[in-house]
């Protein structure tokens, strides 16, 4: 149970990260990265994204010490990371983002599903 109270709170620090640098420096993120820069109105939905990254970062924070009660936040967290892999994938495929890129956000996702699955709380014995 440890190491799932760990690997909650530690993609808990990346997500609320991920957050604090879309809402606060996105140009400088993005550049930094390696993507191209933007138009201007890109930044109000980057600071929606951010503010998704940022409550949910402190979500999975808030349930690490409960896990077992809180599956349902680690199947969402499994959900959005199989969703954003898929992404990765498919505009990889067509062409629309090179792998390098979309390879470590999508080297990301899938230990993080896969870490989440094996260390998954089995339910309390009643």
Same mark, same amino acid.
């Given at each position: 149970? !440890?190491? $799932?109270?760990?690997? /909650? ?8 990260? /991920? @957050?604090?640098? *879309?809402?606060?420096? &996105?140009?400088?993120? =993005?550049?930094? $990265? @390696?993507?191209?820069? &933007?138009? #201007?109105?890109? *930044? *109000? +939905?980057?600071? $929606? ?10 979500? =999975?924070? *808030?349930? #690490?010490?409960? &896990? ?8 969402? /967290? ?6 954003? /892999? ?8 067509? @062409?629309?983002? +090179?792998?390098?890129?979309? @390879?470590? +956000? $999508?080297?990301? #996702? ?10 998954? +709380? !089995?339910?309390?014995?009643?």
């Amino acid at each position: 149970m !440890k190491r $799932m109270i760990w690997l /909650l709170r530690i993609v808990g620090v990346i997500q609320i990260v /991920l @957050g604090v640098l *879309y809402l606060f420096v &996105p140009g400088f993120f =993005l550049h930094l $990265m @390696g993507y191209s820069a &933007p138009e #201007a109105d890109i *930044y *109000y +939905p980057l600071a $929606m994204l951010a503010a998704r990254f940022m409550a949910f970062g402190i979500a =999975l924070i *808030y349930i #690490a010490n409960t &896990p077992v009660q809180n599956k349902l936040w680690i199947n969402i /967290l499994v959900l959005i990371q199989m969703i954003d /892999l898929a992404a990765g994938i498919f505009y990889t495929a067509i @062409g629309v983002v +090179p792998l390098s890129l979309s @390879g470590f +956000p $999508m080297f990301n #996702a899938t230990w993080i599903i896969v870490l989440m699955l094996l260390w998954m +709380p !089995k339910e309390a014995k009643k």
